[in-house]
């Protein structure tokens, strides 16, 4: 029982290949084009490979919206014994229809409300990568808006990205205003990128009894940054989106002199997983206009789907509005999840004697639950939103689809 046995033990490291990429190569893509899909990896050759840069390849194609599913990058040597690494994508359908429809309730003095969106987004045409988008909305008989967009990526094969686009909005039947817009970011890491922004704006007034709107003349410059850390554009479950635009024109309007005008806008989203199908949604959001005298068409819009829900589609008017989004999403599988939350916006509306209007601030809240539903035809949103005093019969329901083509 006291006898010890001793035991040596060798160890016999075999050095392998250095993992040095030299080569990487695609598979799945039938329609987007090989330079397309490897100019959006962050990754020169040769360079080493690991485990962290593999993440970033695959979030990098994920951030694109031109693929379903992106495999983790494999790291193996050619019949040369060079290294290389593949990459595997499964594209989706590369268009993409975005519509919704919202009932609002008769309420004091005004008719039930029946409004409506649709977006339409070519996002891969020619398997280049650019994209191009119809958008058309109505908020009510007598107010509706439209605009084209086109996206034109790696401009000079450089990491700049340009857009390009108008807006047309009819007001009330009060006036008719135009936007004209061109933007341009350069990417300057894989998460943040900056840019500058230049817009032209005209605002025709139309004729009504005993009503005049001025039309105005105006232009500005400004710039941009971008920060997005998402691990997915479409159901993100953690990271960061920020954005922030400040831009500084002139403004003619009929019968005064040019004046200065400053506009800044900020958007912040975050994500936070509490477990695995659990997620915490947050989002703080505000814009800013000042001027000696503000217009009508200079204000920004609140209220409805996709800002503060409860309330009927661009509801409020303000020149200065910020909206504070809480929502608790239980995921359920895929891209569906179920959720609940609560919304608040403030309002400041300045004196606008063109249309009556005395300056006010106001603060409004919302919440209500809703399900988001993936199935065969798109993604099928449908939500159920209260505003301050509403009941059942007042609520707001929305439905929205998105389908990819």
Same mark, same amino acid.
């Given at each position: 029982?006291?006898?010890?046995?001793?035991?040596?033990?060798?160890?016999?490291?075999?050095?392998?290949?250095?993992?040095?990429?030299? &080569?990487?190569?695609?598979?799945?893509?039938?329609?987007?084009?090989?330079?397309?899909?490897?100019?959006?990896? =962050?990754?020169?050759?040769?360079?080493?490979?690991?485990?962290?840069?593999?993440?970033?390849? +695959?979030?990098?194609?994920?951030?694109?919206?031109?693929?379903?599913?992106?495999?983790?990058?494999?790291?193996?040597?050619?019949?040369?014994?060079?290294?290389?690494?593949?990459? @595997?994508?499964?594209?989706?359908? =590369?268009?993409?229809? %975005?519509?919704?429809?919202?009932?609002? =309730?008769?309420?004091?003095?005004?008719?039930?409300?029946?409004?409506?969106?649709?977006?339409? +987004?070519?996002?891969?045409?020619?398997? /280049?990568?650019? *994209?191009?988008?119809?958008? #058309?909305?109505?908020?009510?008989?007598?107010?509706?808006?439209?605009?084209?967009?086109?996206? &034109?990526?790696?401009v000079a094969s450089l990491p700049v990205n340009a857009e390009a686009g108008f807006v047309q909005r009819k007001q009330d039947s009060s006036?008719?205003?135009?936007?004209?817009?061109? *933007?341009?970011?350069?990417?300057?890491? +894989?998460?943040?990128?900056?840019?500058?922004?230049?817009?032209?704006?005209?605002?025709?007034?139309?004729? @009504?009894?005993?009503?005049? /709107?001025?039309?105005?003349?105006?232009?500005? !410059?400004?710039?941009?940054?971008?920060?997005?850390?998402?691990?997915?554009?479409?159901? =993100? /479950?953690?990271?960061?989106?920020?954005?922030?635009?400040?831009?500084?024109?002139?403004?003619?309007?009929?019968?005064?002199?040019?004046?200065?005008?400053?506009?800044?806008?900020?958007?912040?989203?975050?994500?936070?997983?509490? /477990? @695995?199908? +659990?997620?915490?949604?947050?989002?703080?959001?505000?814009?800013?206009?000042?001027?000696?005298?503000?217009?009508?068409?200079?204000?920004?819009?609140?209220?409805?789907?996709?800002?503060?829900?409860?309330?009927?589609?661009?509801?409020?008017?303000?020149?200065?509005?910020? #909206?504070?989004? !809480?929502?608790?999403?239980?995921?359920?599988?895929?891209?569906?999840?179920?959720?609940?939350?609560?919304?608040?916006?403030?309002?400041?509306?300045? &004196?606008?004697?063109?249309?009556?209007?005395?300056?006010?601030?106001?603060?409004?809240?919302?919440?209500?639950?809703?399900?988001?539903?993936?199935?065969?035809?798109?993604?099928?949103?449908?939500?159920?939103?209260?505003?301050?005093? %509403?009941?059942?019969?007042?609520?707001? !329901?929305?439905?929205?689809?998105?389908?990819?083509?």
């Amino acid at each position: 029982t006291n006898d010890r046995y001793d035991c040596n033990v060798v160890l016999e490291i075999v050095e392998g290949v250095r993992a040095n990429v030299e &080569e990487i190569r695609i598979e799945g893509n039938s329609f987007t084009r090989n330079e397309v899909i490897l100019r959006e990896i =962050p990754f020169r050759l040769p360079d080493l490979f690991n485990d962290n840069r593999a993440t970033i390849i +695959q979030r990098a194609l994920q951030r694109t919206e031109l693929f379903t599913s992106v495999s983790t990058p494999e790291f193996f040597l050619t019949a040369d014994r060079r290294g290389a690494i593949m990459i @595997r994508v499964q594209e989706g359908n =590369p268009n993409r229809f %975005d519509g919704m429809i919202g009932y609002s =309730p008769a309420g004091r003095g005004t008719a039930g409300v029946v409004t409506g969106l649709a977006d339409i +987004q070519f996002r891969n045409l020619f398997g /280049t990568g650019r *994209k191009f988008t119809v958008r #058309w909305m109505k908020e009510s008989a007598s107010t509706q808006e439209w605009s084209l967009w086109y996206f &034109e990526p790696w401009v000079a094969s450089l990491p700049v990205n340009a857009e390009a686009g108008f807006v047309q909005r009819k007001q009330d039947s009060s006036y008719i205003r135009r936007n004209y817009s061109g *933007k341009a970011y350069i990417r300057l890491t +894989q998460e943040f990128s900056a840019g500058f922004t230049v817009e032209h704006m005209r605002v025709v007034p139309v004729e @009504r009894v005993g009503v005049k /709107t001025p039309g105005s003349a105006s232009w500005s !410059l400004g710039g941009s940054v971008r920060y997005d850390s998402r691990d997915n554009a479409i159901t =993100p /479950t953690q990271g960061v989106l920020y954005s922030t635009t400040v831009e500084i024109g002139w403004k003619r309007v009929e019968g005064r002199s040019m004046d200065a005008t400053k506009r800044l806008s900020f958007d912040t989203e975050a994500y936070l997983p509490l /477990t @695995r199908l +659990q997620v915490l949604a947050g989002g703080l959001h505000g814009r800013e206009y000042s001027a000696p005298v503000v217009e009508d068409a200079d204000l920004f819009l609140l209220g409805g789907t996709t800002t503060l829900r409860g309330y009927r589609e661009n509801q409020f008017r303000g020149s200065r509005i910020a #909206w504070l989004t !809480l929502e608790y999403r239980l995921l359920t599988g895929g891209r569906s999840y179920l959720f609940g939350f609560t919304d608040v916006g403030y309002i400041r509306i300045p &004196e606008v004697a063109a249309v009556g209007v005395t300056g006010s601030e106001i603060t409004r809240w919302g919440y209500g639950i809703g399900t988001r539903l993936d199935t065969g035809i798109g993604l099928i949103t449908v939500g159920l939103a209260f505003g301050e005093g %509403d009941t059942f019969r007042t609520a707001k !329901l929305h439905i929205r689809l998105v389908n990819e083509f």
